[in-house]
């Protein structure tokens, strides 16, 4: 079955850096397009950077954009999200997702996401 598996997060303080990572299984990763989001509290989940399934950046968030890089390494079927300069404003729970088609239907896969609390 799909599954994506998060990991990277934790505490960090303003200005300093992590590196998530989305270990995905189950389905064709090197064709599909993957999709970093994060959910702060009270808020709506938001989507922070896109990745072709050739590897170029697609829609990524004004607000990330120029500290945060998505990447994806297809022999191993993982997707990262390199995070610089944090900011209080970034701490939220991260989550990875596809898009598939099952059953003629578009379908949205999450994993289960991982923390990321800045914080001095």
């Known amino acids: 079955q799909v599954q994506l598996v998060e990991s990277g997060g934790g505490l960090v303080q303003p200005g300093g850096s992590l590196r998530l990572s989305c270990a995905a299984s189950?389905?064709?990763?090197?064709?599909?397009?993957m999709h970093w989001y994060r959910q702060a509290p009270g808020k709506e989940r938001e989507l922070v950077a896109s990745?072709?399934?050739?590897?170029?950046?697609?829609n990524q968030s004004d607000s990330v954009k120029g500290r945060f890089t998505i990447s994806r390494d297809n022999a191993k079927n993982t997707v990262y999200l390199q995070m610089n300069n944090l900011k209080p404003e970034d701490a939220a729970v991260y989550y990875c997702?596809?898009?598939?088609?099952?059953?003629?239907?578009?379908?949205?896969?999450w994993g289960q996401g991982t923390q990321v609390t800045v914080s001095a």
């Open positions: 997702k596809v898009n598939l088609i099952r059953f003629s239907r578009p379908q949205d896969y």
């Open positions: 189950g389905f064709a990763f090197s064709s599909r397009a």
């Open positions: 990745i072709t399934s050739a590897g170029d950046s697609i």
